[in-house]
């Protein structure tokens, strides 16, 4: 560069040349200028491939939960959980019993008019089925963890202690994700109906009572917290860990292979360290707070079926629907027919 230039400022007799010394001086600047034009040039169409890339996966992944999106009915045996799956898809409250089978089936969910396609998945509660749930994970748009809330009362203990692994498994799904949506989870109180004084009618969904819905709520959420926090304890001051923890899911996907849309990779964490994992539930110190689960919102709610009435005829059925139709309150299922239509 120095002999290029020296050139230029050098005539035939070693005067100086202003004139040559300019224009090489222009040729020179035009030239390193077209050549950081274009280097730049590369680098914003990259970036624009990439993101247009991005937006286009992203958009596909949230479109096809939300055309027709995933939910999980999940919780302890005997919660009522295939009562309201059949009432839900069917319309029917038969007699029913504790099932041993996944039912899977996609429906047309209908309130004020607005219809909705909804995939509905009832898991059963028996401990042997406990693994079906991860088979759903990868399409999940919400769970609902059903609760018998008369039940609840004298089996605390034991629904809490199914709460840490499903929590921390709809967390690293939900942390998986590139699009980073959370999961909603519904809690919900069922068989609200058996707090209504005086009882309900069998064969209709009964109206809850704003007082016994707000005792049903209360009396979810207190319990609930309190083994929760039961558990976070427990495990803050002994080196072992919660049951069923240890077969948690964990990713091992990388920052850069989640920014550049590389697979998520999920591993038996068998063997190996899952703290990260079970961190994504409990929090920093202190009390455990449902607002501390990462990845997911927690909702609440209250259903009621009423007592199963095989004695009664579609006229008697249709006429008691129409009478309850009329009463003032909420329906039986509007927390949980809200919940799958506006929330996932």
């Excluded at 040039?41 to 286009?56: A, N």
């Excluded at 016994?212 to 959420?221: C, D, H, P, Q």
């Excluded at 299922?333 to 239509?341: I, K, P, Q, S, T």
């Amino acid at each position: 560069m120095e002999r290029l230039r020296d050139a230029a400022r050098l005539g035939p007799h070693g005067s100086i040349d202003d004139s040559l010394y300019t224009r090489l001086v222009q040729l020179l600047s035009k030239v390193a200028s077209q050549h950081w034009k274009a280097i730049l040039l590369g680098l914003i169409l990259g970036y624009l491939v990439f993101f247009l890339t991005q937006s286009q996966s992203r958009t596909k992944s949230r479109k096809g939960r939300r055309g027709t999106p995933t939910a999980l009915l999940v919780g302890p045996q005997d919660g009522g959980k295939t009562s309201l799956f059949v009432n839900l898809v069917q319309g029917e409250h038969p007699q029913t019993h504790t099932s041993i089978q996944v039912s899977d089936t996609t429906f047309a969910l209908c309130s004020s008019g607005a219809c909705r396609q909804i995939r509905l998945v009832d898991v059963p509660g028996h401990p042997r089925l406990a693994d079906e749930i991860k088979k759903h994970l990868e399409d999940v748009s919400a769970a609902i963890f059903v609760v018998d809330i008369v039940g609840l009362v004298r089996n605390s203990a034991q629904v809490a202690e199914l709460l840490p692994s499903l929590l921390t498994l709809l967390a690293s799904t939900a942390s998986q994700r590139p699009h980073g949506d959370p999961i909603q989870l519904l809690i919900l109180s069922h068989k609200t109906d058996l707090l209504i004084r005086p009882s309900p009618p069998a064969g209709i969904r009964p109206v809850i009572p704003e007082s016994t819905r707000t005792t049903a709520l209360e009396r979810l959420k207190t319990i609930l917290t309190r083994e929760m926090d039961r558990l976070k304890s427990a495990r803050g001051t002994q080196s072992g860990k919660i049951e069923g923890m240890s077969r948690v899911p964990s990713s091992t996907t990388s920052f850069w292979s989640r920014l550049f849309g590389g697979s998520n990779v999920a591993v038996s964490s068998e063997g190996l360290e899952n703290e990260d994992a079970e961190g994504l539930i409990w929090g920093g110190k202190g009390p455990f707070s449902w607002n501390d689960v990462e990845g997911v919102e927690v909702k609440w709610g209250c259903t009621a079926l009423g007592g199963a009435k095989s004695s009664s005829t579609a006229a008697e059925m249709k006429m008691a629907k129409e009478e309850s139709d009329e009463e003032k309150g909420p329906d039986g299922l509007d927390d949980l027919r809200d919940f799958l239509l506006l929330e996932m």
